[in-house]
């Protein structure tokens, strides 16, 4: 059976692309970033390309945002209104991983949140979590946050290194039936680093 995910944080600076990276080259998957805001001549479709290699599927932007800033704003910026029923999953014969924008409540319009559209796709969640101070809270949120709308989460990703009390209390609270994934930092941000890290991934069975 094919693997369809949505990967989300717990936050915008915990490493979801540096993971959809990871996890598109782990299981030989497409990859679709549906919101781009800024930054469009390094892009995250850019980067996966560098990190995984020219041979990866990646499926264009449904919306390509010149101002590196909230969705919401950036659409606001560029004259253009985001709509829920603007997304349809990209036709995918295989695997496919589908990064998000920021954290699960970054708005997309007036309405409507990043969760909002996991809820639309209608995806099994892989979070995020990186261990810095405060983290804990941002993920038991986010845990609660998922289970409130009944949204499934099959992976917790433990990206980069974490302090073991940390990490025991995001294992303890995880959303029932999730995995633990653990990766660890990347030595080097290229296609070498890459491999690198995922020799040496954790994944709970």
């Avoid at 598109?24 to 930054?39: C, F, R, T």
């Avoid at 969705?71 to 910026?77: M, T």
């Avoid at 695997?95 to 559209?117: K, S």
Wanted: proline share 4%.
């Amino acid at each position: 059976m094919n693997k369809k995910y949505f990967v989300t944080g717990i936050g915008t600076s915990v490493g979801k692309t540096i993971v959809s990276a990871v996890l598109v080259k782990l299981w030989n998957a497409e990859y679709w970033k549906p919101i781009q805001s800024g930054d469009l001549e390094s892009s995250d479709s850019q980067m996966l390309r560098t990190l995984v290699g020219a041979e990866l599927v990646v499926h264009p932007e449904r919306f390509k945002l010149n101002t590196a800033a909230s969705p919401h704003y950036a659409a606001e910026v560029d004259g253009v209104e985001i709509k829920l029923q603007d997304f349809q999953l990209p036709a995918c014969s295989g695997n496919l991983i589908v990064e998000g924008a920021g954290g699960m409540f970054v708005p997309i319009n007036d309405q409507h949140f990043i969760l909002d559209l996991v809820v639309y796709l209608d995806l099994p969640v892989i979070l995020v979590c990186s261990d810095y101070l405060g983290s804990i809270n941002h993920s038991l949120l986010s845990f609660h946050s998922l289970n409130e709308r009944g949204i499934a989460v099959d992976y917790i990703v433990l990206n980069g290194e974490f302090k073991e009390a940390s990490k025991r209390i995001l294992i303890k609270n995880r959303p029932a039936g999730s995995k633990i994934i653990e990766i660890p930092q990347l030595e080097s941000l290229d296609a070498v680093g890459l491999e690198k890290a995922i020799l040496k991934i954790r994944i709970e069975n």
